[in-house]
């Protein structure tokens, strides 16, 4: 089991594009959960997906939106990037309707987002 | 609105002695609280949960209602112990609130 898998690892891009990132939940999971992580600053919540659905979301402006698809994988999406989204974009996947199942979050391994 | 603070951004000890990271939370509610550990090159991945009372790797940590703590601690550090650990607090099962809040995050050195 390959475990959480996003892709791409780095991406860089210039203020006012849109960027997409993706996320391959844990064989099983079906709850998929997006963090940005700045430089120096713990893991922030931006959102929840379950059953196709954004359940719960963070302080994040709407230029932060996502997607889960039937077979449980997700996207974030980020439009008008601005110089403060530099970080990085971590997925979490889970099982269970409780959002962080028995055995908590399983991690990926992050997306290295840089806005130039 | 829930809170997680981690005091110490660095910790540095030696192979053998006590080591205890410390975690104060601000919850209205019933909070779950975890540690996250993470090694170098490596993702972030749960090292215990407070609902488990379990020791993982020789590391405990005991939730202080009182004093809105959940301080993580070892008795005999090893090197292989070295990472960045966070804390992180998500409100009890039940209700719709399923957001994860982690601390800042402390780096553990062992040093030999």
Redesign the interface.
């Known amino acids: 089991d390959a475990g959480v898998t996003q892709s791409p690892t780095h991406l860089i891009k210039t203020r006012g594009q849109q960027v997409t990132l993706r996320c391959s939940p844990k064989s099983g999971h079906d709850t998929v959960s997006w963090y940005q992580q700045a430089l120096g600053q713990g893991p922030q919540f931006i959102f929840q997906y379950y059953e196709e659905e954004e359940r719960q979301r963070g302080n994040f402006p709407d230029r932060f939106s996502g997607h889960q698809f039937p077979n449980y994988s997700s996207e974030l999406n980020v439009n008008a990037l601005l110089l403060g989204d530099s970080a990085l974009y971590l997925c979490a996947s889970s099982f269970g309707q409780g959002g962080l199942g028995v055995y908590g979050y399983t991690f990926g391994s992050g997306t290295r987002l840089t806005v130039v | 609105a829930q809170r ?1 603070t981690q005091p110490e951004k660095l910790l540095s000890v030696f192979k053998g002695a006590p080591v205890e990271l410390k975690c104060n939370y601000s919850y209205s509610g019933s909070p ?1 609280l ?1 540690w996250y550990v993470q090694y170098s090159r490596q ?4 090292l215990l ?1 407070h609902i488990s009372r379990e020791s993982i790797k020789g590391f405990t940590a005991d939730l202080n209602k009182g004093e809105t703590s959940f301080h993580l601690k070892k008795p005999f550090a090893q090197e292989e112990d070295s990472a960045m650990y ?1 804390c ?1 607090l ?1 409100p009890h ?2 209700g ?10 402390t780096l553990l050195t062992v040093n030999p």
């Not at chain 2, 993702?43 to 749960?46: E, F, G, I, P, Y």
């Open positions: 997680v779950e975890f993702r972030l991945q749960l949960r966070y992180a998500k099962s039940g719709s609130n399923y957001k994860l809040t982690f601390g800042k995050g």
